[in-house]
């Protein structure tokens, strides 16, 4: 295993393990779906791979679903605060000649 901790696991064939049953640790890893749960992705979202290790790929390079929402809801809010201060308005207009439209 790629863990020391972790169970031993038998190779069936490429991209298939399973759990040696003769294992004296009883842990786990955990599933694609547990893992996306950590990563904040709502229960419904669906992940589209053909080998398991895509998917945990997938879970593992995201960046966290609620992180993201923060983040991109603070940019959202200082862009509002910046557009309403009139300053991001006239440095805008002195560069390029014409107003500013944040939606």
């Not at 020391?4 to 064939?13: S, T, V």
């Not at 547990?34 to 419904?44: C, G, L, W």
């Not at 000649?97 to 944040?102: C, Q, W």
Request: hydrophobic share 35%.
């Amino acid at each position: 295993p790629l863990h020391p901790q972790a169970n031993r696991m038998i190779f069936i064939e490429k991209d298939k393990w399973k759990f040696d049953p003769d294992s004296p640790k009883p842990y786990r890893r955990l599933s694609v779906r547990e893992s996306a749960r950590i990563q904040t992705f709502p229960d419904d979202f669906i992940f589209k791979y053909s080998k398991i290790a895509d998917g945990y790929k997938m879970v593992g390079n995201a960046v966290p679903v609620k992180l993201a929402e923060r983040l991109a809801n603070k940019i959202i809010k200082d862009l509002q605060q910046y557009q309403e201060s009139g300053v991001c308005e006239s440095v805008y207009r002195e560069r390029y000649g014409k107003p500013l439209a944040l939606i």
